[in-house]
C-alpha cells in the first residue's frame, strides 16, 4: 500500500533531518601540582563552546504520488469523469476530485461562455436567428492579476473565441467562475481556431491559431469555400458577412489567410482590461503551442497536423515576443531507420533574419499574395522538381511542392510562409501531430508530445516523404511518444536554452501493428476499442511538468486509440506511470496544465470537451450533445 | 476531438459532472447506482454506417451517389456534393465488408404457399405504441379505436432500396410530443393537434399548406401570415421570418421553451418528433403486390434534442475540417439500447429486426449503426429525415396497394425516378433490378417519352414489382433472416452486383459533374 510504504520512509527521513549539533566541549583545562592537603585547586576554567555546527539542510522531501485510477471497463464507468481519490503531496495524503467550473453554453448575466462574437462584439448569428456557441474549450489559463484570479478560455470554432471570466477562490480552494466575457481580437482581424496554450512567466496567456488556411488556395480561388476553406467558412460571419450569399470579391476583401496562423498573446491589466497581440515575428503555422522558456527569450512552438516544423524564436528583448529570430528544427537521426525508440541530434536553421511584429504586419496590409513570395512549378510523379526549383513535403493539404523563392522574400517566407520556407531551407517539416511542450528547468530537458507516430515521420513514407528529405525515419507508432530534448547554451544562436538532441521517452504501444498484431482477445473488455495497450499511454497531447516532483502530466487525445481517453503522471525518477484520470466515452481531456501555486493551493487543470452527456430527468437527452467543460482536479497544497 | 467508432453498451443512468468523490474508490463525478459488469459488445464491422450502396461501381460515370451526397439546404451543413466525383473514405472503409451484398446468398428455399403463408403472417407485438392501423385520415388508432396521437403519411419512397420492386414495401407514422396534442387550455384537441402537423409541414416542405378554416384570434397566431388575426385557409411559410414574427406552434405548445423544445424553423422538427417506419415483405394477392402483414424491420427514431442552425452548422464543420485533416479517421457513434444511437443532428434511431424465426427482436448496435450514415451524414436529408419533406398526403401508402402518387419534379423539372434511372443505368443501386431495366431503360439507357409519362401520373407503374418478382424478392431476403447475417448486408438482392470490393481514398469515381438535386 501506498501509505504504509511512504509513511516508513518519512519517519526514516525525518531523523536525518534534524537540527544542527552542538559545538563540542573546549578540552580539559591542566591538573595542577599537587599539593598539600589544603585548599582544593580552582576548577579550570570552562573551554570555550565550539560555534554552532551549521544546520542540516531540510528533508527535500518532495513526494508526489497519486493513487492509480484503474482503466475503466464497466459501461457505467466509461461514461464518468474517472479521477485519482487521493494523492500523496510530501507529508499530506489529499483527498482529489474532479471539479467543473463551466461549461460552455453556461450564462453568467447576459454573458454566455462560448459565444461567438463579430468583430463589433455582437453575436454572430445563423439564419433563424440562432447564435454560435462553440462546445470545443480548449486550454484555459488562470492568472493573478491585481488581486483578482483569472482564467482565460479557448474555444476552438471558427470564428474563434476566447473568454476572460473572474474566478473566486473558496477558503477550502474550490474556484467557482463569477463573471465572463469575451475577449476582443478587432484589432488583429478576429482570431482563428486556438488550440493550447501557455502561461509565459510575466504571467500572460500565450494562445494559438491553428491549421490555417494555404494562401495558394486562396489567391486562385473561384468559390467561397476555396477562399477561406471549406471548413472554416463561417469565419467571414466575423466580418457580418453571410458565407451563403457573400460574392468571391467580398470574401477575399474581408479574409486574408496571412491575417491567421499565429501565437497569439493576452495580456491582462490590473482591473480586467485585455489586449492581444498577433506576434507575425513567431512566424505562421497550424500552431499548437509556443512555450517560453525560463530567460524569457527562447521560445518553442509545435505544429499540429501532418509534415510540420519544429520552430524555436529568439525575442530580442526578454519578455517581449513582438520582435526577434526563428529558427526551424533539422532532424539529424542517431537511431537506426526503422526502428521505435528514435534519437537525434538537432540542428537549427535560421529563417529569414531578426524580424519584428510591425514590419511583417506591413507586408500583410499591403495585400502581399502567395504568388509574390514563392513562384510554383509542378513535382513529377518520382518527386523531382525543374530545375531551378526545390521539392517540399509540407501540410496534408497542400502537400508536396516545387518552390523557388522569389527575389528578396526572406522576411515574408520565413515569417507568412514558414513552414514551406523551412523546407525550402533544409530544415525538417516531417513532424506529425507535435503538440505538448513542457520544460523541467532543473533537469534541463524540454518534453514534446507527438501523438502518433506515422505519415512523414517513418522512413520514406510514399506520399509524405515524396519530394523531402527523409530526414525522420522512425518506426510507424499508431499510439504516439514522448521525447525527451537536451536543451543547453548555445554559442552561435545566443541563448542558454537550444535543444540539441532528443531521444524517446515513452512511447504507446500499439497493439495494431501491421507488422506485430496484437490485438486484444475476444472477451477482453477492451477488445476492439483499444488500438493501443490501455496499460500504457496513447496519442499523448498536452504536457505539463511539475516542478520539483519530477512528474510529468500527460493528457492524451485519442479516438480508437483509446476508448476512454486517459492522463497520467509519469515520475521521471521511478519511470512509474500512473493513470489519474480517464474522460467520458468520447470525450477528449484537453488543457491538461499544473499550477503549482494560486494562492496556496497548486491545481492540474483539465479540461473535457464533448462529454457523453448528463443524467437527464425528461428522456430529453442526445447521446451525442456536445458541450465541453472546464475544469480542474484538485486543489492540492501550494507545491513550489 | 479524433474520432473512431465507439459504443456503448447496455445503459445505466448517465452521470452529470462534478460531484464529490468518496475516498479510495477512483472518484467518480457522481455516485449513481453501477451498471452491471458488461463488457463492451462485439463490433465486426467498425464502418458499419458506411451502407453498401457506397461501395456501388460507379465506373462510366453511373450515379447512384448522389441520392444521398449533394450539395445540401440549411441548416443541413454537409454540402457534400463533391463526393459523388472524388471518393472520400476512410481507410479502413475501403475494403467491403458487406458480403452479402457482395455475393447475394442464395435465395431461401420456400414454395409459394409457404412463403405466402409466412408472410401473411403478422408478427407486430407492439414494440412501439404506434399500432399500424390509420384510419383514412391517417389517425393511427388503437384496438379501441382511440387515437394513439400517431398519424401516417404517405411520400413518393427516395428512389433506390426503398422502392418495393427492390425489397420491401414500407409506411412512415409521425407524432409530436404531448403539449403539441393540447388546446392552451390543456385539453387534448386533435384539431389543434392537426393544425401544429400543418405547421411543421410547411417548415419542414418550405410550402404554404392549407388547413380547414381556423380562428387566429382564438389561436393567438396569425396563421396565414397577412399581418392580422382573421380567418385562416392555410399556414403560410415565410423564411426567414421578420424578426418578432417568428412562427410559433399552437396550443398548448405555445407556451414551450422554444429554447429547449425549438420553434417551427424552416427544415427543422421540434425535440421530442419521432418517427416510426415499418419496412414489410411484399404479399401478392389477386395478382397484385400488397404490402405484406409480416414486418422485416421497425425502424424508429426520436428527435432527443433541437439544436439550432448554429448548433448543426458547428457540428457539419468540426466534422467536415476533422475529414479535410485526416480523412482516415471513423465516425464516432454514441449511444445506448435503450435511448438508442445518436445521429449527431439531436437524433436517436433504434430498430427492432426479425430472429430466425421471424419474431421480431431488437437490432443489435452494429446493426442500428447501419442508419447512422444515411440519417446522420449525408447532405440529402431535412433534419437527418428523408420522406417527411416528400410528403403527399396523411394517408398509408401500402394501404392503397401503391397506387396515387406522382413522380416528384427536380428543380430544373425533370422528373427525379427518369433521372435517376437515367444516373444509375437500372432500377437499383447494385444493377439487380432486371425487371425495370428490361421495362423502363432502351439500348441507350434512356426511358421513353411514354414510359416517362405513364410513371410520372402514377408511380406503382414503376416501383411495383411483378408478382414473381415480389416473391423473388421475400425468398432472397428470408435468406438472410434465416442466416441473421444482416450486419453483412439486408439488401435483398436477385441478380450479380455491380459492387466493388475495394474502393481508393481521394479517386475519382468516374463521374465526371456531380448532379444537381
Excluded at chain 1, 54 to 60: I, P
Excluded at chain 1, 265 to 277: C, D, F, I, L, R
Excluded at chain 2, 191 to 209: H, M, P, Q, S
Excluded at chain 2, 434 to 459: H, M, S
Aim: proline content about 6%; overall charge negative.
Amino acid at each position: 500500500m501506498i501509505r504504509q510504504t511512504i509513511a516508513s520512509a518519512l519517519l526514516a527521513t525525518m531523523a536525518l533531518a534534524c537540527a544542527g549539533e552542538d559545538g563540542k566541549d573546549g578540552s580539559n583545562g591542566t591538573d595542577g601540582t599537587d599539593g598539600a592537603d589544603g585548599t582544593n585547586g580552582q576548577n579550570g576554567t570552562n573551554g570555550q563552546n565550539g560555534s554552532n555546527g551549521s544546520n542540516g539542510t531540510d528533508a527535500t522531501l518532495k513526494v508526489l504520488s497519486f493513487s492509480p485510477v484503474t482503466a475503466p471497463v464497466t459501461d457505467a464507468d466509461k461514461r464518468r469523469v474517472l479521477v485519482s481519490s487521493e494523492a500523496l503531496v510530501n507529508n499530506s495524503l489529499v483527498g482529489l476530485q474532479y471539479t467543473t467550473v463551466a461549461r460552455s453554453g453556461d450564462t453568467f448575466g447576459t454573458a454566455v461562455f462560448g459565444r461567438i462574437v463579430d468583430n463589433t462584439g455582437m453575436p454572430v448569428r445563423q439564419q433563424d436567428g440562432s447564435e454560435f456557441v462553440s462546445p470545443s474549450n480548449d486550454f484555459s489559463s488562470i492568472l493573478d492579476v491585481g488581486n483578482q484570479l483569472y482564467e482565460i478560455t479557448q474555444f476552438e470554432t471558427q470564428p474563434g473565441a476566447m473568454y476572460i471570466s473572474q474566478l473566486t477562490q473558496s477558503a477550502t480552494g474550490v474556484l467557482s467562475m463569477t463573471s465572463t466575457r469575451p475577449v476582443d481580437f478587432s484589432s488583429v482581424n478576429g482570431l482563428w481556431n486556438p488550440c493550447a496554450s501557455s502561461v509565459t512567466p510575466w504571467s500572460t496567456h500565450l494562445g494559438s491559431e491553428e491549421y490555417p488556411q494555404d494562401a495558394r488556395q486562396t489567391e486562385t480561388a473561384t468559390t467561397v469555400a476555396q477562399v477561406t476553406g471549406s471548413s472554416n467558412v463561417n469565419m467571414l460571419r466575423y466580418f457580418r458577412l453571410d458565407p451563403a450569399t457573400v460574392t468571391v470579391a467580398a470574401a477575399k476583401a474581408a479574409f486574408k489567410p496571412y491575417h491567421y496562423g499565429y501565437p497569439v498573446e493576452v495580456s491582462v491589466a490590473s482591473g480586467g482590461a485585455t489586449s492581444v497581440k498577433k506576434h507575425y515575428a513567431m512566424g505562421r503555422g497550424a500552431i499548437e503551442l509556443a512555450y517560453v522558456m525560463p530567460d524569457r527569450k527562447t521560445v518553442y512552438i509545435t505544429s499540429d497536423g501532418t509534415n510540420n516544423a519544429f520552430t524555436m524564436f529568439i525575442a530580442k528583448t526578454a519578455g517581449d515576443l513582438s520582435e526577434g529570430r526563428l529558427y526551424a528544427a533539422r532532424w539529424f537521426q542517431t537511431s537506426p531507420a526503422g526502428a521505435p525508440n528514435g534519437s537525434a541530434d538537432l540542428y537549427w536553421i535560421e529563417l529569414g533574419g531578426n524580424a519584428k511584429n510591425a514590419d511583417v504586419k506591413a507586408l500583410v496590409d499591403g495585400g502581399i499574395t502567395f504568388s509574390q513570395i514563392f513562384d510554383t512549378a509542378t513535382m513529377a510523379p518520382d518527386g523531382t522538381c525543374p530545375a531551378g526549383f526545390k521539392g517540399v513535403n509540407t501540410d496534408s493539404v497542400t502537400r508536396a511542392e516545387c518552390l523557388s523563392l522569389k527575389t528578396g522574400m526572406e522576411l515574408a517566407a520565413s515569417r507568412l510562409e514558414t513552414r514551406r520556407y523551412a523546407a525550402y531551407l533544409g530544415a525538417t517539416t516531417e513532424f506529425r501531430k507535435m503538440e505538448g511542450i513542457t520544460y523541467d528547468a532543473a533537469g534541463h530537458r524540454l518534453y514534446v508530445a507527438f501523438s502518433e507516430v506515422n505519415n512523414g515521420m517513418v522512413n520514406g513514407h510514399a506520399t509524405r516523404d515524396l519530394g523531402g528529405p527523409n530526414h525522420i525515419r522512425l518506426a510507424e507508432n499508431g499510439c504516439g511518444a514522448v521525447y525527451e530534448l537536451t536543451i543547453g547554451k548555445d554559442v552561435v544562436i545566443g541563448t542558454d536554452y537550444v535543444a540539441s538532441d532528443t531521444k524517446a521517452l515513452l512511447e504507446g504501444i500499439w497493439l495494431q501493428d501491421p507488422a506485430n498484431m496484437n490485438p486484444y482477445p475476444a472477451g477482453s473488455p477492451y477488445a476492439g476499442k483499444n488500438e493501443c495497450a490501455v496499460s500504457a499511454m496513447a496519442a499523448p497531447d498536452n504536457l505539463s511538468f511539475v516542478p520539483g516532483y519530477r512528474t510529468l502530466l500527460i493528457g492524451e487525445d485519442a479516438g480508437s486509440e483509446h476508448q476512454n481517453d486517459a492522463v497520467w503522471a509519469y515520475d521521471l525518477e521511478t519511470g512509474r506511470l500512473d493513470r489519474i484520470m480517464t474522460t467520458p466515452y468520447g470525450a477528449e481531456s484537453t488543457g491538461v496544465y499544473f499550477y503549482s501555486n494560486i494562492r496556496g493551493r497548486a491545481y492540474i487543470k483539465a479540461n473535457v470537451q464533448h462529454p457523453f452527456g448528463e443524467t437527464d430527468q425528461t428522456m430529453m437527452m442526445d447521446p451525442t450533445e456536445l458541450r465541453s467543460y472546464t475544469g480542474y482536479i484538485g486543489p492540492l497544497p501550494a507545491m513550489n | 476531438m479524433r474520432p473512431g467508432l465507439l459504443f456503448v453498451g447496455l445503459a445505466a443512468a448517465l452521470v452529470a459532472i462534478g460531484l464529490r468523490a468518496s475516498q479510495r474508490e477512483p472518484a467518480t463525478a457522481s455516485a449513481p447506482a453501477a451498471a452491471g459488469r458488461v463488457a463492451a459488445p462485439a463490433i465486426d464491422n467498425l464502418a458499419a454506417y458506411i451502407p453498401p450502396q457506397c461501395y456501388a461501381k460507379t465506373t462510366g460515370g453511373r450515379n447512384p451517389c448522389a441520392t444521398c451526397h449533394r450539395d445540401s439546404v440549411a441548416p443541413n451543413f454537409i454540402d457534400d456534393g463533391d463526393v459523388q466525383t472524388e471518393l472520400s473514405i476512410p481507410r479502413y472503409a475501403a475494403t467491403n465488408r458487406w458480403t452479402n451484398v457482395m455475393t447475394p446468398p442464395a435465395p431461401a428455399a420456400i414454395g409459394d404457399a409457404e412463403l405466402l403463408s409466412y408472410v401473411r403472417e403478422g408478427n407486430y407485438r407492439g414494440e412501439t405504441d404506434c399500432a399500424f392501423a390509420a384510419d383514412r385520415d391517417g389517425w393511427d388508432r388503437d384496438g379501441r379505436g382511440e387515437v394513439t396521437w400517431w398519424r401516417a403519411y404517405a411520400s413518393p419512397p427516395t428512389p433506390g432500396m426503398f422502392w418495393p420492386t427492390n425489397g420491401s414495401a414500407g409506411d412512415a407514422f409521425i407524432r409530436l410530443p404531448d403539449a403539441y396534442r393540447r388546446d392552451a387550455q390543456g385539453r387534448p384537441s386533435l384539431a389543434i393537434y392537426a393544425l401544429n402537423l400543418a405547421i411543421l409541414e410547411a417548415a419542414v416542405k418550405r410550402t404554404d399548406v392549407a388547413i380547414p378554416p381556423a380562428d387566429e384570434r382564438t389561436l393567438g397566431a396569425d396563421l396565414d401570415g397577412d399581418g392580422a388575426l382573421g380567418t385562416a385557409t392555410r399556414v403560410a411559410f415565410r423564411w426567414p421570418p421578420a424578426p418578432g414574427r417568428e412562427p410559433r406552434y399552437v396550443g398548448a405548445a405555445a407556451a414551450l421553451d422554444t429554447r429547449v423544445w425549438g420553434w417551427p424553423a424552416a427544415g427543422l422538427f421540434p425535440a421530442g418528433t419521432e418517427i416510426v417506419h415499418s419496412l414489410r415483405y411484399l404479399d401478392v394477392i389477386d395478382g397484385q403486390v400488397w404490402p405484406a402483414a409480416r414486418m422485416k424491420e421497425v425502424r424508429y427514431m426520436r428527435k432527443a434534442r433541437w439544436m439550432s442552425y448554429a448548433d448543426l452548422d458547428v457540428a457539419a464543420k468540426h466534422e467536415q475540417g476533422e475529414k479535410e485533416r485526416d480523412p482516415d479517421v471513423l465516425r464516432h457513434i454514441l449511444g445506448d439500447s435503450e435511448k438508442g444511437l445518436g445521429t449527431g443532428g439531436g437524433w436517436t434511431v433504434r430498430g427492432w429486426i426479425e430472429d430466425e424465426r421471424g419474431v421480431l427482436r431488437p437490432q443489435t448496435l452494429e446493426e442500428t449503426a447501419y442508419c447512422i450514415g444515411c440519417h446522420g451524414g449525408v447532405g440529402a436529408t431535412t433534419d437527418g429525415t428523408f420522406s417527411f419533406a416528400r410528403k403527399v398526403g396523411w394517408f398509408a401508402w401500402g394501404a392503397r396497394g401503391f397506387r396515387g402518387i406522382t413522380e416528384p419534379v427536380r428543380d430544373d423539372g425533370r422528373g427525379e425516378y427518369r433521372v435517376w434511372l437515367e444516373s444509375v443505368r437500372g432500377g437499383d443501386d447494385y444493377g439487380t433490378n432486371a425487371e425495370v431495366a428490361a421495362r423502363f431503360l432502351d439500348d441507350r439507357g434512356r426511358v421513353p417519352d411514354g414510359l416517362a409519362e405513364a410513371f410520372a401520373k402514377d408511380i406503382s407503374v414503376l416501383v411495383v414489382p411483378t408478382p414473381e418478382r415480389a416473391l423473388a424478392l421475400d425468398r432472397a431476403y428470408l435468406a438472410i433472416v434465416r442466416a441473421q447475417s444482416f450486419a453483412r448486408g439486408r439488401d435483398a438482392l436477385l441478380g450479380a452486383p455491380l459492387i466493388e470490393s475495394q474502393l481508393v481514398q481521394g479517386a475519382p469515381t468516374g463521374i465526371q459533374t456531380a448532379l444537381a438535386p
